[in-house]
């Protein structure tokens, strides 16, 4: 989407590969059981969400509340993790679908280490 208005924000990697992986599960939630929609369907799409929103309420703050807010992201990441293994297990996903849900978490979270590591140095 074009939008005459731009964000400094938007020009980070790791928040556009975040906000797509967040559209990629609530597009995957929706084949779901009916009964998981305020269970995993809801969890998995609140965790993969919550990813580039966590990126985006801090930046471009203060180092450490940026960097704290890099860990919250990580974990929102491992949750990720395990609602695709579950939903996997529960024959929800494909193996396909879970193997592109934890590639997708590993790139991230590789890049959310990366990044957290440069605030770093820059602040040594």
Known sequence: MKSNYHFK?????????????????NTL?????????????????????????NISEEYPRSDPQFIKHIHYVIYSSNECVS????????????????ENNRMYLSELTKMLSSFRNKIQERNN
């Open 83 to 98: 609602c695709s293994s579950k939903a996997y297990r529960r024959d929800y996903i494909s193996a396909e679908e879970n």
């Open 29 to 53: 939630v929706m084949k779901f059981p009916k009964h998981e929609l305020y269970a995993l369907s809801s969890q998995f799409r609140r965790a993969a969400d919550s990813i580039a929103l």
């Open 9 to 25: 924000l938007e020009d980070l990697n790791v928040y556009q590969k975040a906000t797509d992986f967040g559209e990629l599960v």
